[in-house]
């Protein structure tokens, strides 16, 4: 019963390659995103949907393109994958905002750690 | 600018000594702080944060508006203390979370 799922835990691939990194949760949340650990561990946010609609859209290069079929699942495509892309991605999801200035916990999946030789 | 420092990239104690990882944040108006924490080869959980000013497996975090920091501290470390620690800050009428680099603690028998 897992709160929320990354697959794959795991992804090794070349350079120039397309490839996707899928987030499901079983929450009921609103509220997902997507953050980047990098190698120094150091974590930002890269996207935030909120009911399938894109809420926050940090810089981040057009070759990320984040995809919600529903508001269970965020999808991570990467297009064009370079050296640099090589991190941990962190799905993670929430109730979203709501009394402000309060917000709600964010619950973070497992990670997917990809690396692009 | 919205910023969380974590000055401390590693701390390392031995078990039962007191243990103070800071967190200083930079934030015009009223945020919201939390610290969370990833033991070796899990998720990313949240361990406490300020508006609940609860105390989570004996560690508690004061935000210190004046001296704007919210250090994280536990008067008896344990071995499974061992783990990344990341401070963060929301703000700005966003649920969005800015965080602090991590401090890693190492707790030694």
């Known amino acids: 019963d897992t709160a929320v799922s990354q697959t794959p835990k795991y992804l090794v691939t070349q350079m120039g390659n397309d490839k996707s990194i899928k987030c499901e949760q079983n929450?009921?949340?609103?509220?997902m995103y997507w953050y980047k650990q990098d190698s120094k561990k150091f974590l930002k946010i890269m996207f935030s949907?909120?009911?399938?609609?894109?809420?926050i859209n940090e810089t981040v290069p057009n070759r990320f393109s984040p995809k919600s079929p529903d508001k269970a699942h965020l999808n991570l495509h990467i297009n064009s994958l370079e050296l640099g892309d090589s991190a941990v991605y962190f799905c993670?999801?929430?109730?979203?905002?709501?009394?402000?200035?309060?917000?709600?916990?964010?619950?973070f999946g497992p990670g997917t750690r990809l690396t692009v030789l | 600018a919205q910023r969380v420092t974590q000055p401390e990239k590693l701390l390392s104690v031995f078990k039962g000594a007191p243990v103070e990882l800071k967190c200083n944040y930079s934030?015009?108006?009223?945020?919201?702080l939390f610290w969370y924490v990833q033991y070796s080869r899990q998720r990313l959980q949240l361990l406490l944060r300020?508006?609940s000013r609860e105390s989570i497996k004996g560690f508690t975090a004061d935000l210190n508006k004046g001296e704007t920091s919210f250090h994280l501290k536990k008067p008896f470390a344990q071995e499974e203390d061992s783990a990344m620690y990341y401070c963060?800050?929301?703000?700005?009428?966003?649920?969005?979370?800015?965080f602090g680099t991590g401090t890693r603690l190492q707790v030694f028998p």
């Open positions: 963060a800050l929301s703000g700005d009428n966003t649920d969005k979370l800015i």
């Open positions: 993670a999801s929430s109730r979203g905002l709501f009394d402000w200035p309060e917000t709600d916990t964010q619950y």
């Open positions: 934030y015009s108006g009223s945020p919201e």
């Open positions: 300020h508006i």
């Open positions: 949907y909120n009911n399938k609609e894109l809420i």
């Open positions: 929450l009921g949340h609103d509220t």
